[in-house]
C-alpha cells in the first residue's frame, strides 16, 4: 500500500450564502456561487498549495456543489500533475431544499442546544448522516492507496462540517471533541501529514468555542 504523503483538506472560499444567507430563499444550495472575496481566497490557498505540493503528484476529490468547483478551478494547479474526480460524498450537510430563513434560523437555534452531530434538519440530514457518509468516502480512499501508482498527495475541497466529521472519522474523535470545534474560515486547509512512526497527524488544530464535555459524566 501507498501511503500519500499528506492529506490536505480545503474549505471552500465565501460564497453567496455566507455573504447572505437570505439567498437560500431564492437559490438552492448546491447552486451557489463564489462571491469575489470567495475567489481571491481560493487564488491565495492555491498559491500555498502550489508550493506545499512542489512537482508532487495530487489526487483530488472535490465536492460537486458549485462554490467547490468553483473552488478547485481557482486553485490553479498544474492540471498535468492532478487527477480530479467529483465526489458526491463530500458534500455539504443537507438543509432540505428549498428554505425559508426564519425557519432554517430557527432550526440553527435547535441544533445549537440539542447538539450539532445529531440534529436533523427537517428534510435534511444530522451530522451523523454525513459522518457515515464521509466513512463510506474514507473506505473508498483507503483502498485507492493500493494502487501503486498513487499520488503523493490527497486534496479534498469541501465543506466546514465536512472537514471537521472527516477528521472526526480519521482521528476517532469522540461526539464531544467535536461539537467543541469550530469550522475552519473560508479557504481555509488542514493537512493529515505522514509522520516518520506511519501515523498522520494534524498540521494545526482546528479552533475550540467550548471545552469538550463527555457525555458518560454523572450529573
Aim: one cysteine or more; a negative charge; glycine letters at 6%.
Amino acid at each position: 500500500m501507498v501511503r500519500p504523503r499528506r492529506i490536505v483538506l480545503v474549505r471552500h472560499g465565501e460564497s453567496q450564502g455566507n455573504a447572505d444567507d437570505t439567498v437560500y430563499e431564492r437559490e438552492p444550495d448546491h447552486a451557489l456561487r463564489l462571491t469575489p472575496v470567495g475567489r481571491e481566497q481560493a487564488r491565495h490557498t492555491g498559491a500555498r498549495l502550489r508550493e506545499l505540493f512542489g512537482d508532487e503528484r495530487i489526487s483530488a476529490y472535490v465536492s460537486p456543489y458549485r462554490r467547490t468547483l468553483q473552488t478547485f478551478r481557482e486553485l490553479r494547479l498544474d492540471p498535468t500533475r492532478v487527477r480530479m474526480r467529483e465526489e458526491p460524498r463530500l458534500r455539504e450537510q443537507d438543509w432540505g431544499n428549498w428554505q425559508d430563513h426564519e425557519d432554517v434560523r430557527l432550526q440553527k437555534t435547535y441544533r445549537d442546544a440539542y447538539g450539532h452531530f445529531f440534529y436533523r434538519f427537517a428534510q435534511g440530514e444530522s451530522g451523523a448522516d454525513v459522518y457515515d457518509r464521509v466513512g463510506s468516502f474514507l473506505e473508498s480512499l483507503y483502498r485507492s492507496f493500493e494502487a501503486p501508482d498513487h499520488p503523493e498527495n490527497v486534496l479534498l475541497v469541501t465543506h466546514g462540517l465536512t472537514m471537521r466529521l472527516f477528521c472526526m472519522r480519521w482521528f476517532h474523535w469522540s461526539v464531544a471533541e467535536f461539537e467543541a470545534l469550530s469550522n475552519p474560515g473560508n479557504g481555509e486547509f488542514r493537512s493529515l501529514v505522514l509522520g516518520p512512526d506511519g501515523r498522520y497527524r494534524l498540521d494545526r488544530p482546528f479552533e475550540r468555542w467550548t471545552t469538550p464535555e463527555p457525555y458518560d459524566l454523572d450529573d
